[in-house]
């Protein structure tokens, strides 16, 4: 609308000058064309700004017409000057500049900007349109020039009714190109512009019929509504260039395949020397005219023909271009894991790439004669129509569909299907692209199951505290009552710690179920984990000639772990030396090593060893040396997983001259010190013990159970309460909860710390749900869980591993 009232304006203004300034026709002259060359100027500069936005042949298109913009300002700088200087004529030097202009629009339309950007072939369309303006520029140098400077009397007609003529011709086949060119862009994005340009164009053609006579009569002058003729067509193709839309990267039509394009760019010249010379021979002008005329038809011939050599040659260029990118997009069709399946309109298989023909399990010959509802399992064969309908009016179809195999068998596929149509916009094919997806499909339902666990984990871990704590008082109790010697009812006591047991136990293997992994840790040798897992192996490696040296580091390795856990990572080493080994004999080394921050443990055989390909993937998941069956390929990364877990490290040695060394590093555990803060503890004092429990049951239980064993204890049933009694005592034992009313073990952990440091040397965790630890373990590694239900016996043990202060 704003540009509508600005044009409205503009005409307004121009006219209202016409008449104001009409008894000084030189200044109206200069300022009615001026206004003409600034509204030209702004239809260059619109295609300009925009030009960015434009790519391949629609900007070639816009690059036309302002081309022929510029040169028709020009010319009609010209043609003011010799209004100026009282040489008035139409026919002067200026005149081919103006006529130039006209071309500009003309030759544009060869670019047909509503078949794509077509990037690749906008060259060759370049050309044709230098060679389509060379011939009509000959046109108008051979018809109108040329008679222009021949005297009067020679002249075969007058140059101005020719010019006239030509013009409005021109016009006239501008006028054609749009609206042809609108009705074929209808339904595109540039159906808009080019209705545009034809409807400013065809109003200009009509115009200049009017403008055309008032010249003829010599009623014409600048700054009148004459002027029309030139305003509107070039006001409509400034709104065009505003509106055209922008070149985009979508899928282009298919070109037919045919020798149109060549037939095209030969016209101009055939045409050229059958107008020079032909008219020469039928109506001479006579000398100099016709000498000029022969000149001028020989220049533009070799022009002509060396533009037709270029297209040529160009288009050889482009030939090969196009072979060499379908033989890279044959062979990327030919060796991707997707499925590619080509059709033709009706549905019949035309192509089908090596990954369909091995997926479906037909050959190539068999595959052809075929139609796709016979690939399709039952109920999907009947989507085809709707696939092909869907395609037709989106341009694309995606979903699943479920292909059945020569076999018989079926697999799913996530399938995507475009058309391809040819410069009529009809279909003519149909390409199909299909990935198999039944290993994701079962990588979702693990997923879902995982998801189920760990639903059913969180409910287990929730409901395991609650559960422990009565359980772990009834183990209690009973404890206590069987430690009177003068119980009556020993049998049935047993039965039922037993019993409680064994209901503690299967809380504790449902949470080892759904957590995959024991959080369990305690201080084990690692020298003696290394004799345990030599034991289990020795006696078969002896039978298949096998040596297991042990070298075992002296003293204790002390390392905080999960001794099976450790146990196994160690074993599946051993095996791999084994396997490595093969039937040949050979000798395996397990050896022990002490260090300040880490133990190590070290797996070697004199196998063939591990080649430097394979040194980067020994530890990635489902990678095997072995034969198919006789291996996983999760053990090295379960072993990486667990020694990351315990805070350590498995690694690969560097290669030796013979075989393969792997080294397991635990962190090593410090031997613990008696605390100075409690002094020497006289001979026969009573050790003091802290309880921190918020359940009074469980509380008075951990105090009976602590004071049989010496200990004089003091409770707490909040953190709080635990921090004043750490000011008033130095314990040598704390029992705490890992679930309290004002915080978390950790937390409570921490703030004794700070009270009395070093007490966390003294201090064990005690819980039902020992993966609720997870975060304080990390910050207190070294110190020991009790896990509820308990018995007396298990606590005995973890006493004697605590250090105390003496």
């Avoid at 003519?428 to 984990?457: I, M």
Wanted: glycine fraction near 10%; aromatic fraction near 6%; charged fraction near 20%.
């Amino acid at each position: 609308m704003r540009f509508l009232i600005s044009a409205v304006l503009y005409i307004a203004v121009f006219l209202a000058l016409g008449v104001a300034l009409g008894a000084h026709p030189y200044v109206r002259t200069v300022v009615a064309d001026g206004l003409l060359i600034t509204l030209v100027l702004g239809l260059c500069g619109a295609i300009l700004y925009r030009r960015r936005s434009w790519e391949g042949t629609h900007r070639l298109f816009w690059d036309a017409i302002a081309a022929g913009s510029l040169m028709w300002c020009v010319g009609e700088i010209g043609f003011t000057i010799s209004i100026l200087t009282e040489r008035r004529s139409w026919v002067q030097w200026h005149t081919m500049f103006s006529l130039c202009g006209g071309v500009g629009p003309v030759v544009a339309l060869l670019a047909r900007p509503y078949l794509g950007t077509r990037k690749a072939s906008s060259w060759a369309i370049g050309i044709d349109l230098a060679s389509y303006a060379t011939l009509m520029m000959f046109v108008y140098a051979y018809f109108i020039m040329v008679p222009s400077v021949l005297p009067a009397g020679g002249r075969p007609a007058a140059p101005e009714s020719v010019l006239l003529t030509l013009v409005q011709i021109q016009r006239l086949i501008l006028f054609g190109g749009l609206a042809a060119s609108a009705w074929v862009a209808r339904d595109t994005a540039w159906g808009p512009t080019f209705r545009t340009m034809a409807l400013a164009t065809g109003a200009g053609f009509f115009l200049r019929l009017v403008t055309s006579a008032a010249i003829s009569a010599g009623s014409y002058y600048e700054g009148s509504v004459y002027d029309l003729a030139w305003i509107v067509p070039y006001m409509g193709f400034l709104w065009a260039a505003l509106s055209a839309p922008r070149s985009t990267a979508d899928a282009e039509a298919i070109p037919a395949r045919s020798g149109w394009s060549v037939v095209v760019s030969t016209v101009p010249v055939l045409l050229i020397p059958t107008i020079g010379f032909g008219i020469l021979g039928a109506a001479p002008i006579g000398d100099p005219g016709d000498s000029v005329r022969l000149l001028l038809t020989t220049l533009s011939m070799v022009a002509g023909l060396g533009l037709l050599t270029l297209r040529l040659s160009v288009q050889s260029g482009e030939l090969q271009r196009a072979d060499a990118q379908m033989r890279l997009l044959a062979a990327a069709t030919e060796q991707t894991g997707d499925l590619i399946l080509i059709t033709r309109s009706n549905g019949v298989f035309e192509h089908g790439n090596d990954a369909a023909i091995h997926a479906l399990g037909y050959t190539r010959g068999e595959l052809a004669g075929m139609a796709l509802p016979a690939l399709l399992d039952r109920g999907f064969d009947r989507m085809v129509d709707a696939i092909g309908t869907e395609v037709r009016a989106k341009g694309v179809w995606r979903g699943t569909l479920v292909h059945r195999r020569k076999d018989g068998t079926t697999f799913p596929a996530s399938s995507t299907v475009v058309a391809l149509r040819n410069s009529d916009g009809r279909v003519t094919h149909f390409v199909g692209v299909a990935r198999d997806v039944t290993d994701e499909l079962k990588l979702r339902d693990q997923l879902v199951h995982s998801e189920r666990l760990s639903a059913v984990g969180e409910l287990v871990a929730g409901v395991a505290h609650e559960l422990n704590n009565p359980l772990q008082t009834i183990i209690g109790s009973v404890e206590l009552m069987l430690e009177e010697p003068d119980t009556d009812h020993r049998a049935d006591l047993k039965l039922v710690r037993q019993e409680a047991w064994r209901a503690g136990q299967i809380v504790r293997n449902l949470l080892a179920f759904v957590r995959k992994s024991s959080p369990d840790r305690a201080r084990s040798d690692l020298n003696q984990i290394a004799n345990a897992t030599a034991r289990l192996r020795s006696h078969a490696l002896a039978q298949k000639n096998i040596a297991l040296d042990l070298e075992i580091a002296p003293g204790v390795l002390a390392v905080l772990v999960n001794r099976e856990e450790i146990q196994q990572v160690v074993l599946n080493l051993v095996l791999n030396a084994e396997h490595a080994i093969g039937d040949k004999p050979g000798r395996i080394v397990i050896r022990t090593a002490a260090g300040e921050q880490v133990h190590s443990l070290y797996v070697s055989d004199d196998g063939p060893g591990i080649s430097q390909e394979l040194r980067g993937r020994v530890f990635e998941p489902f990678f095997t040396t072995k034969e198919v069956g006789q291996g996983t390929g999760l053990g090295l990364s379960l072993g990486l997983g667990i020694a990351t877990a315990h805070g350590g490290s498995l690694e690969l040695c560097a290669p030796a001259a013979r075989g393969a060394s792997f080294r397991l590093t635990l962190p090593a555990q410090p031997r613990l010190e008696p605390d100075s803060a409690n002094g020497s503890r006289l001979a026969g004092q009573q050790r003091q013990a802290l309880v921190i429990e918020d359940e009074p049951a469980i509380r008075a239980l951990l105090a009976r159970l602590l004071s049989r064993r010496d200990y004089l204890v003091s409770e707490a049933a909040s953190c709080a309460q635990a921090i004043v009694a750490c000011e008033r005592t130095a314990f040598d034992l704390v029992l705490c909860d890992v679930q309290l009313e004002d915080g978390n073990g950790a937390d409570c952990l921490r703030q004794l710390t700070a009270v009395r440091p070093g007490i966390c040397r003294r201090c064990v965790f005690v819980t039902g749900d020992a993966g609720a630890i997870t975060d304080a373990r990390r910050e207190f590694a070294d110190v020991p869980v009790l896990t509820k239900p308990f018995t007396a016996s298990d606590l005995e043990r973890l006493l004697g591993d605590v250090e105390v202060g003496v």
